[in-house]
Nanobody, 123 residues
Framework: QVQLVESGGGLAQAGGSLRLSCAAS???????TGWFRQAPGKEREVVAA????????YYADSVKGRFTISRDNAKNTVYLQMNSLKPEDTAVYYC?????????????????WGQGTQVTVSS
């Protein structure tokens, strides 16, 4: 079993920054860890993903150049640094772990999920 716990969400102004953390326990050697988000009335979408080694990353077009995903395997933690935040970034952000080969691009390709953390960006 894997437990994922997100933290770091909150309220930010447009143009501001937040850093999300995802702490893993249990079976921690996932092939990829992803950050997803879900806004009210919308599908859950992938924001970014990172391989176990950190050598491979993926970003959705909507966050490229603004968000950075990273990991510290010694702490079993994955981070999402969010800069230049926009009101459209408002959503519940979820951390997810994938134990299959290759990167996953949608929610069905991930095996374990955290409970989510709310990010609200005011204009």
């Amino acid at each position: 079993q894997v437990q994922l716990v997100e933290s770091g969400g909150g309220l930010a102004q447009a143009g501001g920054s937040l850093r999300l953390s995802c702490a893993a326990s249990g079976r921690t050697f996932s092939s990829y860890t992803g950050w997803f988000r879900q806004a009210p009335g919308k599908e859950r979408e992938v924001v970014a993903a990172i391989s176990w080694s950190g050598g491979s990353t993926y970003y959705a077009d909507s966050v490229k150049g603004r968000f950075t995903i990273s990991r510290d395997n010694a702490k079993n933690t994955v981070y999402l640094q969010m800069n230049s935040l926009k009101p459209e970034d408002t959503a519940v952000y979820y951390c997810a772990a994938r134990y299959r080969l290759g990167v996953g691009y949608n929610r069905h390709e991930y095996d374990y999920w955290g409970q989510g953390t709310q990010v609200t960006v005011s204009s």
